[in-house]
């Protein structure tokens, strides 16, 4: 009788643990499907967050505006969906600036000659420079480009001032440019806190003006006969929903820009068609995620799954809602048997005409602490999904990640039974095995005797 002990020890053993094995392996396969399915459906609900969120969000909007100007030169206009629409004309007199002024000749002085240097802007803000620590390279001196860095690095400054150094022929110029446009923006240097010095004298006296600190002057109409505007920006606000950034003034007698602010409908349908794709894509990754079928290898990870498959109805549920009197239907979209979404533009269209806030009313908004219509109520239970740590999301992951090193503690049992029942099995049959070829051995020599 020949046999491998080693074979017929692995065969056994593996017998042994076939059973317990072929669990674990099934197990296994479907907390690793549960998992990919968990992780295809976060990343479809964040994506379709994210359309909302740029949609009908913070600063979204589906209601589209356009602004037209007369003239393309020294103006630019945008409307936002809370603009209302309306012609408006503007005469740009004077164009704000930024002042920036420099001192020439610094001189290099030691360190001791340093001290507080206050720098001031006429909007009331100011902060402290130490130029006693402006020593940078360690050289004993204060130089304009070791002024300029304590300038910008001062604890109180926070962009009010920026200090550079360039190069002339006459030597280095300190530039100081203020971070606030207008006439509040205008700098001084209060140097009364240094001691008497060749430094002292250069920044308390009068700097070169580069530009002036000036403000826009606008008028909203006729130049003289309209209303006058005086501020410090060259982006006009004042109007609701509206923004006007001038960049050229304008010379007497010439006329005034007149603005256009009118509904974009291609824009606006676009914006819709943008929500519309985008819970499409989110209800085909749940379909196909529930999709049930006879073929295990076409059926989706949450085919049984109650709690998904009431996601998918529900948003289907949440969407149809009537909110001020209107729905979905209203807005000319409309859902097939499996979810999907259908625009009618002209339908839309018609809505809107009538009732131009049913965009608003209907859809509504998604951002935290403002949402209403589909939108926020769509968020509201996504967000019992997608919250960090307490949603479904996160539980479900938690408990397959559990699940996969409950697998992995059974795989190492089950290996070490494996390994005993192996050893023993060898073992024993190696033992036979010896057995066996010391009787071959003897029964060699009862055939010899009896020949």
Known sequence: MEFDPTTTATQLATLLVQGPQQQIDREGQLAKATQAGLEKLRAA???FNTALSGLGGATGGLKKNTATLSTTT???????????????????????????????????????????????????????????????????NLSATEIARAINQSAGNDGKVTAQVASTASG????????????????????????????????????????????????????????????GSNSYTGIAGVSVNFTKAQSPGDAPIQLDVAADKTGTEE???????????????????????????????????????????????????????????????????????????????????????????????????????????VADHLETWTTSGTGQLARRLDNVQLQQKGLTQRQERLDETFNVNYERYLLQFSQLQTVLGQMNQTSGLFSQLGA
């Open 172 to 231: 280095p110029q300190l530039i100081l440019s203020s971070g606030l446009s207008g006439a509040d923006g205008a700098i001084t240097l209060d140097a009364s806190g240094l001691p008497d010095s060749a430094l002292k004298t250069a920044l308390g006296g009068a700097p070169t003006q580069l530009a002036a600190a000036r403000n826009a002057v606008i008028w909203l109409g006729e130049q003289g006969s309209g209303l006058r505007i005086e501020q």
């Open 45 to 47: 609900m964040s994506t």
């Open 271 to 377: 914006s819709v068609r943008k929500f519309v794709n985008a819970y499409n894509a989110l209800q085909n990754e749940l379909n196909n995620l529930t999709k049930t079928s006879e073929d295990a290898a076409s059926r989706g990870a949450f085919s049984t799954d109650a709690g998904v498959r009431n996601l998918r109805n529900r948003l289907n549920d949440l969407i149809r809602q009537d909110f001020g009197g209107l729905r979905i239907s209203d807005l000319g979209i409309s859902s097939d048997r499996q979810g999907q979404l259908t625009l009618d533009t002209t339908r839309l269209q018609k809505t809107l005409a009538a009732n131009p806030e049913a965009l608003d009313t209907v859809l509504g908004s998604s951002a935290l602490g403002k949402r209403s219509g589909v939108f926020g109520a």
């Open 74 to 140: 020294g103006a630019t206009a945008t409307a936002s969906a809370s603009a209302q629409p309306g012609s408006y004309s503007f005469f740009v007199e004077q164009t704000a600036s930024t002042h920036q002024i420099a001192y020439a000749d610094l001189p290099a002085v030691p360190v001791a000659l340093g001290g507080p240097l206050v720098v001031q802007r006429a909007d009331g803000s100011s902060f402290n420079v130490n130029l006693l620590a402006a020593d940078q390279d360690g050289d004993g």
